[in-house]
């Protein structure tokens, strides 16, 4: 095309060694090697025995990506535990802070709130109940 410049050889080959080197970044923030992670409950999943969650405390459900808290007088939260930095799957609860392996962002798990970066959004909400001594979370519970 007249008036756009052409790319030289050497252009191009730089540009192909480093587009394998920029993929390695992307790999590392997912688990199983890519950015996207395993997702939430769809619908309402069985997590167990309420009685596990301590008043004042939160238990993680790695397996379901769903952390579920429960305050001084009873009541009960839960949130996705994919962190909405890079959408990794969160896997590491200290006490009621949540830590994200990726890149380190902490969440409070009573509030879902960020209380490290580099995320800026809180973790998203998620229907949750007690039902006959069991804790029921996800859409429709």
Do not use: W
């Not at 405390?57 to 009960?76: C, P, W």
């Amino acid at each position: 095309m007249p008036g756009r410049p052409s790319a030289s050889r050497r252009t191009i080959i730089r540009g192909a060694a480093l587009t394998p080197v920029a993929g390695l970044g992307l790999a590392a923030c997912g688990p199983d090697g890519g950015a996207s992670a395993p997702a939430t409950p769809t619908a309402p999943v069985d997590l167990g025995a309420e009685s596990e969650i301590p008043k004042g405390g939160a238990k993680l459900y790695r397996d379901h990506n769903v952390v579920v808290s429960r305050d001084a007088g009873g009541a009960l939260k839960a949130f996705s535990t994919i962190c909405t930095h890079a959408g990794c799957a969160i896997n590491k609860l200290q006490g009621t802070t949540l830590i994200c392996p990726c890149h380190g962002s902490r969440f409070d798990a009573t509030t879902g709130k960020v209380v490290q970066s580099p995320a800026t959004e809180p973790l998203a909400a998620l229907p949750v109940r007690a039902d006959a001594g069991k804790v029921i979370a996800g859409p429709g519970a």
